[in-house]
């Protein structure tokens, strides 16, 4: 029976001892997602668990009574509509994962709000977005599409809040068309994961290579193998992403992904790749999977890219080969091994064979050999 002196209280039996926690939603019925569960210190004794879940759930209904829209003016200027759209708990800033802020959505916004954000959304006309689009191409090509598509987002936000000014912006740029960046045509080979598997051990940092055989041999995305850390309400952040427990002794992998949310099995010991990995690399007993050698805790993912640049440099490998590349090197291998994009899709977990097509960046020669061999079976049969 729930008591009702701790509400939002829930506690489960660890190896260490029973763990206590503090869930936001079973405190108060509806609260947003976007409030996370908190573990409470151990050491705390009864009364003074129920006290915290107390506190916790008076600052959470403060929070809630509170209006949505934060104390930020707009007072006309692109720097304010972005404020706003940062801040708003309401836009879809706050919808996107943790690392789609930081990783995408952040760097953008700054560049928004320095190059242009003191112009006026009211005086803005098509040459503006033209202009600005030639300029940020110079710094990249896919970071200039990038930009475009949130200052689409910003505006379609600023116009549904009806601010002056944005509908009529958002019009103009929601008919203008730009160059897209060519799809990328970039994958890791086989050759290429393996050097990288045997230098991260040779430099004393095998999970790398562990991370990337393990992608490369069951293409799921770097988010789903070395996990991510979001922030946990307004406290510290913490980590959520593959653990132990989800790999059994036989080295079967249970998994749902973090995207499309597919349930994933995949047994282990069918890749070579991830064979190899493990001769350096050892899982711990408990907890994440994957943990930084120079931490002791999980990756955060910047570090692990930057990490990962050094072994790949140091391997030999072109540096035009992301990390990212290696998911598009296991579709690649699969669709040309089996002349299937159908198979390309199962491994992948995607929707859509047009999907997998994006992520196929083979040229059609083992398909085509494939077809062309059993075309000559087939006549072969009827001779």
């Given at each position: 029976?729930?008591?009702t002196d701790?509400p ?11 763990a206590h926690?503090w ?7 509806g ?15 009864d009364?003074?668990?129920?006290a915290?879940?107390?506190r ?10 509170k ?14 509509l ?10 879809s800033?706050?919808?996107v994962k943790h ?6 959505y ?9 190059n242009v ?6 005086k803005?006309?098509a ?10 191409r110079?710094?990249g ?6 930009i475009?598509k ?5 505006l379609?936000?600023g116009?549904?809040e ?5 509908r009529?912006?958002r019009?103009i740029?929601?008919?203008m ?12 080979t086989?050759e290429?994961c393996?050097a ?8 004393g940092?095998p999970?790398?290579?562990?991370v990337e055989?393990l992608?490369f ?18 406290g510290p952040?913490r980590?959520?992403g ?8 036989s ?14 099995s ?13 001769e350096n ?15 002791g805790?999980?990756y ?14 140091a391997a ?5 080969v992301?990390?990212?590349d ?5 579709v690649?291998?699969t669709?040309?091994?089996t002349?299937?994009?159908d ?7 995607h ?12 040229d059609g020669l ?5 077809i062309a ?6 006549r072969?049969k009827?001779?």
């Amino acid at each position: 029976m729930r008591r009702t002196d701790r509400p939002g209280y829930l506690s489960r039996n660890r190896k260490s001892g029973r763990a206590h926690y503090w869930n936001p939603q079973r405190a108060i019925k509806g609260a947003p997602e976007t409030f996370t569960t908190k573990r409470l210190a151990d050491d705390l004794s009864d009364k003074e668990i129920a006290a915290e879940c107390r506190r916790l759930t008076e600052d959470l209904r403060k929070k809630l009574a509170k209006p949505h829209r934060p104390e930020v003016e707009y007072n006309g200027t692109i720097e304010s509509l972005v404020d706003l759209f940062r801040t708003d708990t309401t836009s879809s800033f706050h919808t996107v994962k943790h690392s789609t802020r930081v990783r995408d959505y952040g760097p953008s916004l700054r560049i928004i709000s320095k190059n242009v954000g003191k112009r006026r959304v009211d005086k803005l006309q098509a040459s503006d977005f033209r202009r600005w689009y030639a300029e940020w191409r110079l710094r990249g090509h896919r970071r200039a599409a990038g930009i475009i598509k949130l200052l689409r987002l910003i505006l379609t936000y600023g116009a549904g809040e009806r601010l002056h000014g944005c509908r009529e912006a958002r019009d103009i740029l929601g008919g203008m068309r730009f160059e897209q960046p060519p799809a990328r045509r970039i994958a890791m080979t086989y050759e290429q994961c393996r050097a990288i598997v045997l230098k991260s051990a040779e430099l004393g940092h095998p999970s790398v290579g562990f991370v990337e055989a393990l992608k490369f041999e069951t293409a799921l995305r770097r988010i789903d193998v070395i996990g991510e850390w979001v922030p946990d309400g307004d406290g510290p952040f913490r980590w959520r992403g593959l653990t132990v427990g989800q790999i059994s002794k036989s080295q079967i992998m249970t998994l749902t992904t973090s995207k499309t949310g597919a349930e994933v099995s995949r047994d282990l010991t069918l890749y070579p790749l991830v064979q190899l990995a493990l001769e350096n690399y050892r899982i711990p007993d408990v907890g994440p999977v994957v943990i930084d050698e120079n931490t002791g805790k999980p990756y955060w993912e910047n570090r692990y890219t930057t990490k990962f640049r050094a072994i790949r440099d140091a391997a030999g490998v072109p540096a035009d080969v992301w990390s990212m590349d290696t998911r598009a090197g296991a579709v690649t291998e699969t669709v040309d091994a089996t002349g299937s994009l159908d198979s390309g899709r199962d491994l992948a977990t995607h929707s859509t064979v047009q999907m997998t097509a994006k992520y196929n960046r083979g040229d059609g020669l083992e398909k085509s050999r494939v077809i062309a061999l059993a075309r000559v079976e087939r006549r072969n049969k009827q001779a």
